[in-house]
């Protein structure tokens, strides 16, 4: 899959992200991997019900940061959204 760019805003401060996304192998690695200015800042791995979760955090981000950019990259990604594919459940 090809890398993206990801825009977040706090405090009027505008910052641009570039997000590398990677096959999932069950806790053996982070599924996103963020960089901003071509240095690796963070890296994210899904939950079972695949929401977004910090792996590491080397660019040492503020956690308000973190939780903007896991929310723009779950935006970007709404099919991984279902939960478990039950067909029993109406939503």
């Known amino acids: 899959m090809e890398n993206y760019t990801v825009t977040v805003s706090i405090d009027r401060e505008v910052q641009h992200f570039e997000v590398a996304e990677y096959p999932y192998v069950n806790g053996d690695s982070c599924k996103y991997k963020v960089l901003q200015g071509g240095a690796l800042v963070a890296t994210f791995e899904p939950d079972n019900q695949h929401i977004l979760h910090v792996c590491h955090n080397p660019g040492g981000l503020e956690e308000e940061l973190l939780h903007l950019l896991a929310d723009q990259i779950e935006a970007m990604h709404?099919?991984?959204?279902?939960?478990?594919?039950?067909?029993?459940e109406e939503f």
């Not at 709404?78 to 029993?88: H, S």
């Open 78 to 88: 709404p099919g991984n959204l279902n939960f478990d594919d039950d067909e029993d």
